[in-house]
Structure formats: C-alpha cells, structure tokens
C-alpha cells in the first residue's frame, strides 16, 4: 500500500513538472472558433488570439509595473495552473434582456510572486485579467497593455477632445468629457501624442472585427489607447496617473482640476482583481449591436432589494430651453415651468421629471443654496400628487463635498435621484467617486444618471441603481455644432460605443431637418434625419433612464409621435440584432412581454433592405408602422404611421436618406 502511494505521489510530481515546465499554454472558446496562446518566456508574459484563420492579434506582452520595482508578467515562473468550464445564466436587473447566458472556458496561470493571471474565451471575444495576493497594500506604476496587430488595419478612433501631449502628467486629455465623433484612420497614421477613449473598433480581414475595451473597473484608472511608436501596427494602453493636487474649478466652479499628479496610476490593496481587458469578436456588424461582454465581466449586483428601483422615461427641459408656449407665464427656470413638465409627464405616463442645471445658485457648489424662484419642497409634493417622480442635476464638486448629507436630505424629500455632471476624469481618485456616489445613493433609494462619464464598464450591473451614462456624443451637440454629422454617427455607436452599456444620449427632437437645412440653434434645436429616425432610435439605443429632449409644446402639437415615445419601454426581455453596417445601417428588435418592437435607421443613403423577421417568432404578422414620408428627403418631419401585413416574415424597409422606421407588433 505505501508503495503504491509512494508511486502515486511520483506521478504527481513528474506530472506536475512536465505541466508547468512547458512555455505555451492555450485556451479555446466552447465552440472553439476562438484560440488564445499564452506563451511564458524568458523576458515577458505574451498572449496571441486567432479567430478561425482569423490573427486577431500577435504576440503581445502582459506586465504591470510595481513601484517597489517589481514586476507582474516579467520572465514568469508558473506555480500551477487551473482550467475551468462555465456555462449558466445571469438573471439580469434593467438591461436589455431579462436572461444572459455566460458560457466561457477560463484558464488562470498562478506565477511565483502572489499573483496570477486569469484568461476568458468566450465565443464572442476573450478577456484577461490581474490577480494580485500580496499580504501588504501595493503601488501599481503602470500597466503594460498591448494590441499588436498583423497588418495595419483600418481604426474607429475616438479621440480625447483636449490635445497636449499626454506625457505631461498635468496634461488636458486626461481631463476631456469621453466625448468625440470617429475618426477613420489606419491604425499607423493615427495622430501622435492624442490618446483615443475606449472602447474603439478595428476592422479585420474577412469583414470581422475587433472592439477593445474594459470592464470592472474599480478602483483602478481607466484606459486610454494611443499609437505604439515602436511598432506601426499596434496600440498601448495609456492611464491617468493618480491626482496629487486638486483644486476646484472649471465649468462653473463644479469640477476637480488637476494641478499635479503623482508617479504612479493607483494604490490598491494587495489582494484585489484588476479590471478585465476585453476584446469582442465578430464575423458579422450586427453581432456587435448585442454583445453582453462587459456585463457579463461586472461584479454581481450588491442591492439585495432592488425593488424600488424603477426605470423610466424623463421629461427634460435643457435641451429644449425651458420654451413652452400657450401659457400665462413666463417660461424658464420657476416652478410654474415645472409644474407645466409635471402636468405633461402626467397626462402622458412619463415616469419622471428632471430639474437641469440652474435651480441651485450658480458657481456655489451648493446643492441646498436653492434659487428663490424654485421651491422644491412645493414641487416634489405636486409631483407625487401626479404619479411623477423629481430627479435633480447635481455638479461633480456640488454632490461630492457632502454627498451623504445631500442624499440623505432630498431622499427624505422625496426626490427619486440625481443626474450627475461634469466628472470629466477616469483616474483612480475619480473612478472611485462612481463607487462612493453608487453606494450612497442605493442606501437612500436614490437612481444615478451619469454624464460628463467615461464609459460604462460594468456599474450598472454591480449597483443598478446606475441605470444610464454619456460618454457619448449626444443629441445635445446640435445647439452649437453647425459642421457635425451625427447622421453618421449614430449608424457607428450601437456598434461600438454601446458595446460598453447603456447611453444617455437624449433623442427625440420634434423638429427634424435634412443635411441641407440643418443649423445649430440653441434655443430651437433640431435633429439630423427624420422624424422616424428620432422614433426608432428609442428602440435602437439601450438606455434604461430615457430623455424626452423636446419640450411639452412640441410633443402636444406632435400627439401620435409623443403617444409613441412615451409608450415605448426602456427596459427588455430580450434584445435580436437583426442587421446593420458600421456607419451605414442598424436594425435591432427588442420585446418587452408579448409586444416586439423593430426599428432602424440609415445614414446618409436612401435605403431599401430586406429584413428577416422569422427570428422574432411572431404569432401575428400585423404590425403597427412608423416610416418616412415619399417627401421626407425634402422635409425631415415627413412621415406615414399605418397598420400593415407582413409576408412571410420579410418586411420591405425603405428609408429616406438620414431615415428610420419603426415596426410594432
């Protein structure tokens, strides 16, 4: 008996040897259409990803930087190592789909030194992560995030909207609002020293494509991507370093500017998983346009009672300048204008009202130095009486400096949350900011809106009481912006911005115009494209905590489309992308209960396209049609709603040019 355990024990060791000897280690996705190689040599921990016959990337390194001069990933000595399977369904709370399905192989490498490495394949993408198991707090220098590619690719680039060189750790692009339109660019000839936001979209051989972006990040910087110098064909990771000194100022007296920063990116504890790097694979466009990858890699909701959350549609009041006509009174900011937008909100069934910036006193950072013209108390009680719930914009600084004190008074008030502006950072100290404002609001039963954001990355599933960001070029840019395509640019971000989660981006417009008759005007604004586009884009877009952009007049003098808008629900049972082209084209089907919803919108081409609808699993073929007018190339607002027959589960779209349509079934 002891021989035979003594011989046991042998194999194991030799075995164990043999295992963790070797240098190359690989992981397939469940359908094995995906492979990562893992290679453990001399100098630096490498990762490569293929796609069939795909390279989605070569050899890129994985280390990060200690400030003790250690360093994670460098000639790694492997430990042991562990090989999982999962396949299971998360239940998911406001999303765009009551059910995902989370099915991975994961293998984690554990190296000598008190860290290890975990790597996903999904059969959509891969992600990989740090683990760190140190018995102290540890200093992260910097991490070492590469993508090398094999040839130099065509690049989606969102920019920094700031343009100093980023080595300056002072420098304006790691303060900048995650907002810009793409920039097209082989990956080479991107503009050197500019830092691009994620996530960003490669284009591949064979059609596929690649997005790039992160997911859990907590307590950690946030990652930015610039060209690689040393190679043409590849993009590193840039983050902010930690602030050492702020002051307040900026818009308004309502934001933290950095003076000076630190030598490293974040203090953490020592044991802690790092943020995922995510990659998201696909073969066709329209997979892009419902990925579940960073939801799927956030940390699992902590409100054991979400009960009282409760997502919505938002009667909103800056975009349309408070103007509301037909009145005895003057419009603006007063209570008689808010309790008009409480009037409408209820006579429709619109969830919510939002007071905008200016009923706190200006450049005080003050959120109970109340404007005498607004008497909240008087309008939280009106509201209630409605069935319509106040939600206040609060600055950075304003709900930061007494966040619990602030939470805890307009809690009791009544008011149901807060719309949260002018962050316009992602550094450790900023990102931590999110975490402390989620929590504090759950405790009092408060939603979050975010703007001023960096992109999503997982909150709204760790605290759904989250239920939307920006990070986004929105509707809002049509008040100043005379040279912008947005037309363009909404057929691009279901297929990369949304990739990262929810986008607060405030459709709606009751005036629409074409791509010779559009100007800025602040006061009247108007939308790019149809008025069946501003329709469909309440189906197309994922926003749990939606805007109504125009004012109560114009959606009484548009009373189907305003019907229609406030009917619609934000969140879904289940989600198809049934088609679409980055920058050319989306379709998207979404159900919510027994009721489907399809919807589309085109750039600037005239359109005509055959939509498959045998996926939806219809029991009828009748459906309601929101779709443009034969005049809507000359006048935006053109259109014709009716009820139609759908033969055999093929609908004949056809959109004017900036055009949409919208099925209802």
């Given at each position: 008996m002891?021989v035979k355990?003594?011989i046991?024990?042998?194999l194991l060791?030799?075995?164990?040897?043999?295992?963790?000897s070797?240098k190359?280690?690989?992981?397939?996705?469940?359908?094995?259409?995906i492979n990562?190689?893992?290679?453990?040599?001399?100098?630096?921990?490498?990762?490569?990803v293929n796609?069939?016959?795909?390279?989605i990337?070569?050899?890129s390194?994985i280390?990060?930087?200690?400030?003790?001069?250690k360093?994670l990933g460098?000639?790694?000595?492997?430990?042991?190592?562990k090989?999982?399977?999962?396949?299971?369904?998360?239940?998911?709370?406001?999303?765009?789909?009551e059910?995902?399905?989370?099915?991975?192989?994961e293998l984690?490498?554990?190296?000598?030194g008190y860290y290890?490495?975990q790597f996903r394949?999904?059969d959509?993408?891969?992600?990989y992560?740090?683990?760190?198991?140190?018995?102290?707090p540890?200093?992260?220098?910097?991490?070492n995030?590469?993508?090398?590619?094999?040839?130099?690719?065509?690049?989606y680039i969102?920019?920094?909207?700031?343009?100093n060189?980023?080595?300056?750790?002072?420098?304006?692009?790691?303060f900048?609002?995650?907002?810009?339109?793409?920039?097209i660019?082989?990956?080479?000839?991107m503009e050197?020293d500019?830092?691009?936001?994620?996530?960003i979209?490669i284009?591949?051989?064979?059609?596929?494509?690649v997005v790039?972006?992160?997911?859990?990040?907590?307590?950690?910087p946030?990652t930015?991507?610039s060209?690689?110098?040393?190679n043409?064909?590849?993009?590193?990771?840039v983050h902010?370093t930690?602030?050492?000194v702020?002051?307040?100022g900026g818009?308004?007296m309502?934001?933290?500017v950095?003076k000076?920063?630190?030598?490293?990116?974040?203090?953490?504890d020592?044991t802690?998983?790092?943020?995922?790097r995510?990659?998201?694979?696909?073969?066709?466009d329209?997979?892009l346009?419902?990925?579940?990858?960073?939801y799927?890699?956030?940390?699992?909701?902590?409100?054991?009672?979400?009960?009282?959350?409760?997502p919505?549609?938002?009667?909103?009041?800056?975009?349309?300048?408070?103007?509301?006509k037909?009145?005895d009174?003057?419009?603006?900011?007063n209570?008689d204008?808010y309790?008009?937008?409480?009037?409408?909100a209820?006579?429709y069934g619109i969830?919510?009202?939002?007071l905008?910036?200016g009923?706190?006193?200006?450049?005080?950072?003050?959120?109970?130095?109340?404007?005498?013209?607004i008497?909240?108390i008087d309008?939280?009680?009106?509201?209630?009486?409605?069935?319509?719930?106040?939600?206040?914009?609060?600055?950075y600084?304003?709900?930061?400096r007494?966040?619990e004190?602030?939470?805890?008074y307009?809690?009791?008030?009544?008011?149901?949350?807060?719309k949260?502006?002018?962050?316009?950072?992602?550094?450790?100290?900023?990102?931590?900011?999110?975490?402390?404002?989620a929590?504090?609001?759950?405790?009092?039963h408060?939603?979050?809106d975010?703007?001023?954001?960096?992109?999503?990355?997982g909150?709204?599933?760790?605290f759904?009481?989250?239920?939307?960001?920006?990070?986004?070029?929105?509707l809002e840019n049509v008040k100043?912006?005379?040279?912008?395509?947005?037309?363009?640019y909404?057929?691009?971000?279901?297929?990369?911005?949304?990739?990262?989660?929810p986008?607060d981006?405030?459709?709606?417009?009751?005036?629409?115009?074409?791509?010779?008759?559009?100007r800025?005007?602040?006061?009247e604004?108007?939308?790019?494209?149809?008025?069946?586009?501003?329709?469909?884009?309440?189906?197309i877009f994922?926003?749990?905590?939606?805007?109504?952009c125009?004012s109560?007049?114009s959606?009484?003098?548009?009373?189907?489309?305003?019907?229609?808008i406030?009917?619609?629900?934000?969140?879904?049972d289940?989600?198809?992308?049934?088609?679409?082209?980055?920058?050319?084209y989306?379709v998207?089907?979404?159900r919510?209960?027994?009721r489907?919803?399809?919807?589309?919108?085109?750039?600037?081409d005239?359109?005509?396209?055959?939509?498959?609808?045998?996926?939806l699993?219809?029991k009828r073929?009748?459906?309601t049609?929101?779709?443009?007018?034969?005049?809507?190339?000359?006048i935006?607002?053109?259109y014709?709603?009716?009820?139609?027959?759908?033969d055999?589960?093929v609908?004949?779209?056809k959109m004017?040019?900036?055009?949409?349509?919208v099925?209802?079934?």
């Amino acid at each position: 008996m002891k021989v035979k355990l003594l011989i046991i024990c042998l194999l194991l060791i030799i075995n164990s040897n043999i295992a963790y000897s070797q240098k190359t280690y690989n992981l397939e996705s469940p359908q094995k259409k995906i492979n990562v190689t893992i290679t453990a040599d001399d100098d630096f921990l490498k990762y490569s990803v293929n796609h069939e016959n795909t390279v989605i990337i070569n050899d890129s390194p994985i280390f990060m930087e200690l400030s003790d001069g250690k360093v994670l990933g460098a000639v790694p000595i492997i430990r042991s190592l562990k090989n999982e399977s999962i396949k299971e369904t998360i239940k998911a709370d406001f999303y765009k789909k009551e059910y995902v399905e989370n099915n991975y192989n994961e293998l984690t490498l554990n190296f000598k030194g008190y860290y290890s490495i975990q790597f996903r394949a999904y059969d959509d993408g891969i992600a990989y992560r740090f683990c760190t198991k140190f018995p102290k707090p540890i200093i992260v220098a910097n991490e070492n995030i590469t993508y090398n590619f094999d040839n130099d690719y065509t690049a989606y680039i969102p920019y920094v909207n700031a343009s100093n060189g980023y080595g300056d750790k002072t420098s304006k692009q790691f303060f900048n609002s995650f907002e810009n339109v793409y920039t097209i660019s082989p990956i080479s000839k991107m503009e050197d020293d500019r830092l691009a936001f994620l996530p960003i979209l490669i284009n591949l051989e064979d059609n596929k494509k690649v997005v790039i972006t992160e997911a859990n990040l907590e307590d950690y910087p946030g990652t930015y991507l610039s060209k690689n110098k040393n190679n043409r064909n590849s993009l590193k990771g840039v983050h902010a370093t930690y602030p050492k000194v702020e002051e307040q100022g900026g818009y308004n007296m309502l934001q933290y500017v950095v003076k000076e920063r630190e030598n490293y990116i974040a203090k953490v504890d020592g044991t802690k998983n790092f943020p995922w790097r995510c990659m998201i694979i696909s073969e066709e466009d329209n997979e892009l346009a419902n990925n579940d990858m960073v939801y799927r890699l956030a940390e699992p909701s902590r409100i054991e009672d979400n009960s009282w959350i409760a997502p919505g549609k938002v009667a909103w009041e800056w975009w349309n300048a408070w103007n509301i006509k037909d009145v005895d009174f003057e419009s603006g900011i007063n209570n008689d204008t808010y309790k008009h937008y409480i009037d409408f909100a209820s006579e429709y069934g619109i969830e919510y009202v939002i007071l905008d910036e200016g009923w706190a006193v200006n450049k005080k950072a003050d959120l109970f130095d109340v404007i005498p013209e607004i008497d909240i108390i008087d309008l939280v009680e009106y509201a209630d009486s409605k069935g319509v719930g106040i939600v206040l914009w609060a600055g950075y600084v304003a709900i930061d400096r007494d966040m619990e004190e602030v939470c805890k008074y307009y809690s009791k008030l009544g008011v149901k949350g807060f719309k949260v502006d002018f962050i316009d950072r992602d550094d450790q100290k900023a990102v931590n900011f999110y975490y402390r404002m989620a929590e504090t609001a759950a405790r009092y039963h408060l939603l979050i809106d975010f703007h001023g954001a960096y992109k999503p990355t997982g909150l709204n599933r760790t605290f759904p009481n989250v239920l939307n960001f920006e990070g986004v070029y929105g509707l809002e840019n049509v008040k100043w912006n005379q040279n912008l395509d947005l037309v363009t640019y909404e057929t691009t971000i279901p297929f990369i911005r949304m990739l990262a989660g929810p986008m607060d981006y405030t459709q709606g417009a009751m005036r629409n115009a074409n791509r010779d008759n559009y100007r800025a005007v602040w006061s009247e604004p108007m939308s790019q494209g149809t008025r069946c586009r501003q329709l469909a884009e309440y189906v197309i877009f994922e926003s749990p905590f939606n805007m109504l952009c125009d004012s109560p007049s114009s959606y009484r003098d548009e009373e189907e489309c305003a019907k229609y808008i406030a009917e619609i629900p934000t969140v879904w049972d289940e989600t198809i992308a049934l088609d679409g082209k980055v920058g050319e084209y989306v379709v998207i089907a979404r159900r919510s209960g027994d009721r489907w919803y399809v919807g589309g919108i085109t750039n600037w081409d005239e359109r005509e396209i055959e939509i498959d609808l045998s996926e939806l699993e219809l029991k009828r073929q009748h459906a309601t049609e929101f779709r443009d007018g034969v005049n809507a190339n000359k006048i935006a607002e053109d259109y014709v709603k009716k009820n139609i027959n759908i033969d055999n589960n093929v609908y004949k779209a056809k959109m004017s040019k900036g055009g949409g349509f919208v099925l209802i079934f």
